[in-house]
């Protein structure tokens, strides 16, 4: 089973830029993608972009040319850049990792970005 502790949220203004990091713990050995989605306020939760282990990566979007997702130590940790902002941006950022046969799926609690116009 793994574990994944969100980080990086904060309070910033539009245009400006946050890193978020996912550190996964347990068995990430069997881990194949790992993707960030995100819930606006009294929203749904909606998929953000998502990467996998041969590198390959995907984007809604809402984010295509804005943010970048990485990932080092064979998805053990992944980062989601986020640049040029926008107040629509606004929500708790969830990382979730892909793992096993029949796939799993495993969710961090989530961390709040928040952008001021």
């Known amino acids: 089973q793994a574990r994944l502790v969100e980080s990086g949220g904060d309070l910033v203004q539009a245009g400006g830029s946050l890193r978020l990091s996912c550190t996964a713990s347990?068995?990430?050995?069997?881990?194949?993608?790992m993707g960030w989605f995100r819930q606006p306020p009294g929203n749904q939760r909606e998929w953000v972009a998502t990467?996998?282990?041969?590198?390959?990566?995907n984007y809604a979007d809402s984010v295509k040319g804005r943010f970048t997702i990485s990932a080092v130590n064979a998805l053990n940790t992944v980062y989601l850049q986020m640049n040029s902002l926008k107040p629509e941006d606004t929500a708790t950022y969830f990382c979730?990792?892909?793992?096993?046969?029949?796939?799993?799926?495993?969710w961090g609690r989530g961390t709040q970005v928040t952008v001021s116009s």
């Open positions: 979730q990792a892909v793992a096993g046969v029949p796939p799993q799926h495993y």
């Open positions: 347990g068995s990430t050995v069997s881990i194949n993608t």
């Open positions: 990467i996998s282990r041969d590198g390959s990566t």
